[in-house]
Every structure is written in structure tokens, then in C-alpha cells.
């Protein structure tokens, strides 16, 4: 087996790559796993098989491979270990942990009546939703309720509201 630098090089992009597999950070998909895993491996593969081909030639690029696969480790890494600091419903990190976090906000008081004030924005349905579980329905039916909300909402409530996000979506409600 012929070894140069190239094939070093890839070997190492390759075993660097594989560390997203390896690491016990709780915050990386499954799928992210799986990919760097199929990406690694067939970088650590696809080195060993070059190795035994004397005459094969790298293009120049391959010098800078492990220096994209550290960024892309720290990067995949990075995220995972971050917390979230994005408080949108819908979007991946929005746990119900995180209600404690998040005070009162004006004009997202639960309703005394039953229906929300209609000039309440997205932000404000956002708000209330994570502050009052009780108003998740009305929330649904409202008009600035958007669809990373209705999704949230969907998924994370009960027969009611995803009826009522289903409603919204059908357009049996004012919206």
C-alpha cells in the first residue's frame, strides 16, 4: 500500500468526520449521525481503497478536507450543545421546560370572556400560548396565528385544540 499525504489527509477528514457519530452530546439527531457516519466511513473507505492505487492523484483541494470537516464537527457540536435562544413555537428546542422562563407579557392576559382581542400579533399569540395552556383553542382560531404556531399547537395539545387547528386550517374559522 502506497500512503501519501493525500491519502492522509482523507483518512483523517474521514475519522474527524466521525466524531459527530461518537460524541455523547445529547443535542445531535439521529440523522445527522447517520449522515456523518456514511460520510466518514466512506471517507475512511474510499482513502484506504486509493492507498492501494499508485498512480492515483488527489486534486489540491483534498489538502484543506479535515480543516471542513473540524468546522463542520464544531459546527453540528455547537448547535447541539447551544440552547435555544429563538422562543418560536413550531421550531425544533421550544420545550415545555421553558415556560418558566418567559414573564407576563402586556395585552396577552388569558381572555376573562372566552375570545381574544383581535389585534394581538403573532408574538403576542406566541406568548399567551406558552403562558396559558387554557387558551391554546382560542389561540388556534385566531387570525394572526401562523403556521409554525397552529403546528406547535397541533402537536403539542389535546383532541380539542388540534381540532380547532384543523378548523382553522379547513377555513371553518374567521381567519
Do not use: C, N
Not at 466524531?19 to 457516519?37: Q, S
Not at 415556560?99 to 402586556?106: A, I, K, L
Not at 399547537?153 to 378548523?167: F, I, W
Amino acid at each position: 500500500m502506497y500512503w501519501s499525504i493525500y491519502d492522509f489527509l482523507m483518512l483523517l477528514s474521514g475519522i474527524i468526520t466521525l466524531v459527530i457519530v461518537v460524541v455523547p452530546v445529547r443535542g445531535i439527531p439521529a440523522r445527522t449521525r447517520m449522515a456523518a457516519g456514511g460520510i466518514g466511513g466512506g471517507l475512511v473507505i474510499v482513502s484506504m481503497v486509493l492507498a492501494s492505487v499508485p498512480f492515483f492523484r488527489y486534486p489540491a483541494a483534498v489538502i484543506v478536507a479535515p480543516v471542513v470537516a473540524i468546522l463542520g464537527v464544531v459546527a453540528v457540536i455547537g448547535k447541539a450543545v447551544r440552547r435555544p435562544t429563538s422562543m418560536q413555537a413550531g421550531e425544533p428546542g421550544h420545550e415545555h421546560p421553558s415556560v418558566s422562563r418567559v414573564g407576563p407579557v402586556r395585552g396577552t392576559e388569558p381572555p376573562e370572556v372566552g375570545s381574544l382581542p383581535r389585534d394581538l400579533s403573532s408574538e403576542d399569540l406566541m406568548r399567551l400560548a406558552i403562558q396559558d395552556r387554557g387558551s391554546w383553542i382560542e389561540i388556534a382560531r385566531h387570525p394572526a396565528a401562523y403556521d409554525g404556531l397552529l403546528e406547535w399547537l397541533a402537536t403539542h395539545g389535546d383532541e380539542g385544540v388540534r381540532d380547532a387547528v384543523l378548523a382553522r386550517r379547513s377555513g371553518l374559522t374567521e381567519g
